[in-house]
């Protein structure tokens, strides 16, 4: 410890801070430890063995404890203090902070290694604020949100003000999601927790410097540790909270556009699904809802009688059909929509500096913007949404929430523009989602919104990308930004699926947007209106291979619910960049090409035009097998695989189990009575293990209640005999139900089968190995095969 702690000290002085800041005195109290200087104090708090706060407060101002995204309760006692003649030591048991008197000095490091250390620290400037940092040259950087730059960001000054980029394809330099976080290949993070506008310049001028710029706030940031890259995002969204679990049919199939304009087009395109029996769980529906034209009636949010006559019907008959349906909404509300007087009256507007409704003109109308941070506003813009849920509206569209054009002179109940525009679309989803836990607290809500900030994942937030060009350059930046905000706690980032902007028609590129959809968070084709979207309007050979798609999405669903209890439990993403798997290979920590879907699946999306072939990296933490041909391809190799039309490359790991159904019309027919187990069987994986996750779809904390079931798999190979057993734990508000299990067994030579000890008689050993197994609840099934070696 000696040594580590000389190492730290010498690290410290060898980056000397602030020179004018000067060491005054300190106190340790309460788990937090407080430093005077000569221009303000450091409060510096354990939340955790591997979480730690620091703020600066300036000589001045007074410290603010409120955060819009830290939610966890600092664990008491974490933190250790002890203090030698010219520094003081902040340990936990996987963190040390060593602050040196002088020259004034912080560093942070783990087991002996230094993360990072204040440079300048805190910096005043005209018209900015500033906390600077050392890196070392050799690490990667991730964060800042939602953008298209490269899977490093290390190089670029990211604007940290949450804007559309309309059409944008393989460059996106500021995007709808700016969140103030950064994560380095040395497996740390820095969240720098403030919402106002500002910018993260991650070492643009190469001189090996971090810097949070903000024009006002907190000056305050939580270094977030982990010994995995899946430990460390664990940690991150312990902190900020983890996503609840969503409501089974969010995984399905969405009919979407801009937009439908009648009642009539919205029943006539589900009829269409129904006739191609193309799987279909909800219908979105975008502005045309309220309005019969894109312009001057945004704020409306009800429903245009002349065109949906019957809207209550509508839903119920769609309901019916296991349909949902969700409705677009915005905040602005237009001086000449139907709600403008009552928004007025009411007092639930933004405002200017006279106290009066602040207005301004942008693309749709002359509008002002619901004041969610004022009382009366959130009460106001709730009660229609409530409204429209009591109807049985199964979800809610939230769009423009960035938001798209909010002046600097707007001041709201909750600060002046600049200081809350990033945080408008987080508290938004927060409004809805407190909404449905007060008047539907037996309904998992559906928010899918276009904007956020740190942490918006507890409230529900289903995100997308943005209004990307319908384009090859549009579907090459989607894994980038997918699987960045997946790091960042925000797990169900997506696409428009096949490219929103533009009248582009190129049915390649959307059979091939839609082949990676399948391996999406959520599969949601949409687009202007120009070319149509939905798998049901296209020509007949297009549809026929898109519908194959939707089908395999639906036959993926135990697989990619229980992906989803594993985000709501670890706060672990859906896709994940391969580095995961090898964080210590250096060509992998810049791949945006390729990623795993959950733990077991290696996809390789299309991204160009008439591709015949493609090169495929394998981690080399299991052998893999195609997915379509079984073909087996070694760890830690590359090769080039051919690219068929129908599907993109997708590879399994060795070993894994894969839980599949029947396609299904929609989730509403969804049951685990009769499933597929693919086990894919390699002789160098001697035990494996698998789960799927099982409760009733739709009602919250499902799982802290009791009412659910987990079915685990487990392989063991020993002397030439594969075992597998399956065995389920139930809780105890959970009516479980006898099941029938399929087996497909992959890649096995058997000579004898034994169920449960008894011996079936085989004829022929089929490839893949096909058995069915009778599980009758509270039971355990073992299934033995005897094998041949491969030769």
């Known amino acids: 410890m000696k040594k580590i702690i000389i190492f730290l000290l010498v690290s410290s002085i060898a980056f000397a801070q602030n020179a004018n800041r000067k060491y005054l005195s300190h106190s340790w109290k309460n788990n937090v430890l407080e430093i005077k200087t000569s221009d303000g104090f450091y409060l510096i708090k354990p939340y955790s063995d591997k979480i730690i706060e620091t703020s600066f407060i300036p000589n001045g101002e007074t410290f603010s404890p409120n955060s819009h995204a830290v939610i966890k309760t600092p664990e008491k006692r974490k933190g250790e203090f002890k203090k030698a003649e010219n520094s003081l030591l902040l340990n936990t048991k996987d963190i040390t902070v060593v602050i040196n008197k002088s020259p004034f000095k912080i560093t942070y490091s783990t087991k002996g290694k230094v993360l990072l250390s204040e440079k300048n620290g805190f910096i005043k ?439 989803a209890f594993e985000n709501n439990q670890k706060g672990t993403p859906l896709m994940r960049p391969l580095f995961f798997e090898e964080p210590s290979n250096e060509k992998l920590l810049n791949e945006k090409e390729s990623y795993l879907w959950g733990n077991d699946f290696l996809i390789k999306p299309i991204t160009k035009a008439g591709v015949t072939s493609t090169e495929v990296y394998f981690p080399k933490s299991s052998n893999w097998f195609d997915f379509y041909t079984n073909e087996k391809h070694f760890a830690g190799t590359t090769s080039t695989v051919a690219v068929e039309e129908n599907h993109i490359p997708v590879f399994v790991r060795g070993g894994s189990f894969i839980p599949m159904i029947k396609t299904i019309q929609n989730t509403l027919k969804y049951s685990l009575n009769n499933f597929d187990l693919h086990f894919y069987f390699d002789e160098t994986v001697l035990s494996s293990n698998g789960k799927v996750y099982n409760d009733d779809g739709t009602t919250p904390n499902n799982f802290e209640k009791g009412a659910f079931e987990i079915l685990n798999f487990n392989s063991n190979i020993k002397n030439n005999v594969l075992t597998l057993k399956l065995n389920a734990k139930i809780g105890k508000n959970y009516q479980a139900s006898d099941k029938t299990v399929t087996f497909y067994i992959h890649k096995i030579k058997a000579k004898r089968i034994f169920i449960n000890g008894q011996e079936m008689i085989y004829k022929t050993f089929q490839e893949p190995l096909q058995i069915s197994i009778d599980w009758k609840k509270g039971t355990t099934q073992e299934l033995k095969i005897e094998y041949q070696n491969e030769k």
Not at 445 to 466: A, C, D, E, K, T
Not at 483 to 491: K, V
């Open 125 to 563: 400037k005209d018209s900015t604020e500033i906390l600077q940092f050392n890196l070392d040259n050799s690490e990667i950087l991730y964060g800042g949100g939602a953008r298209a730059l490269g899977m490093n960001r290390r190089g670029n000054r990211l604007k940290l003000y949450n804007r559309a980029h309309y059409g944008y394809e393989t460059k996106a330099e500021l995007m709808n999601f700016c969140i103030p976080i950064v994560m380095s290949s040395k497996l740390y993070a820095i969240h720098f927790d403030n919402a106002a506008i500002g910018y993260l310049d991650l070492d643009s001028k190469k001189d090996n410097t971090l810097a949070y710029e903000t024009i006002s706030g907190r000056k305050t940031y939580q270094v977030i540790i982990g010994d995995t890259w899946n430990e460390l995002i664990s940690n991150y969204t312990d902190l900020t909270g983890k996503q609840p679990l969503p409501a089974r049919w969010t995984f399905g199939n969405f009919s979407s556009r801009f937009g439908y304009h009648s009642q009539e087009e919205v029943e006539n395109t589900i009829r269409k699904f129904e006739e191609s029996q193309i799987p279909v769980d909800a219908i979105i529906l975008d502005l045309y809802w309220f309005g019969k034209t894109i312009k001057g009636t945004m704020g409306n949010l009800d429903w245009d009688k002349d065109n949906f006559p019957n809207p209550d019907k509508m839903i119920a008959d769609l309901n019916a059909k296991g349909v949902k349906t969700i409705l677009i909404t915005e905040p602005f509300i237009l001086t000449s929509s139907s709600k403008w007087q009552e928004a007025v009256d009411k007092k639930v507007l933004v405002t200017d500096k006279s106290g009066k409704p602040a207005t301004w003109d942008f693309y749709f109308g002359n509008t002002s913007v619901v004041d969610i941070f004022k009382p009366e506003g959130k009460v106001w813009f709730w009660d229609i949404y409530k409204r429209l849920i009591h109807k049985s509206v199964g979800g809610m569209w939230g769009d423009l929430g960035e938001p798209e054009v909010f002046p600097s002179k707007v001041i709201t109940a909750g600060g002046k523009a600049d200081e809350v525009h990033n945080v408008y679309g987080h508290n938004w989803a927060k409004l809805v989602a407190d909404g449905y836990k007060k008047d539907f607290p037996n309904q998992r809500p559906f928010i899918l919104m276009r904007s956020g900030y740190s942490g918006s994942q507890r409230f529900g937030m289903i995100p997308w990308s943005g209004d990307v060009s319908r384009s090859w350059g549009g579907l090459q930046s989607q894994m980038e930004i997918a699987m960045q905000m997946g790091m960042q706690g925000m797990a169900y980032m997506h696409s428009d699926l096949g490219g929103f902007a533009g009248d582009y028609f190129d049915n390649e590129l959307y059979l091939r947007w839609l082949q990676y959809g399948v391996f999406n968070p959520i599969f949601r084709p949409h687009a202007q209106e120009d070319v149509a979207s939905e798998v049901a309007y296209k020509d007949i050979v297009t549809k026929e291979k898109a519908k194959k798609q939707v089908e395999l999405r639906y036959q993926m669903l135990p697989y990619n619910y229980t992906l």
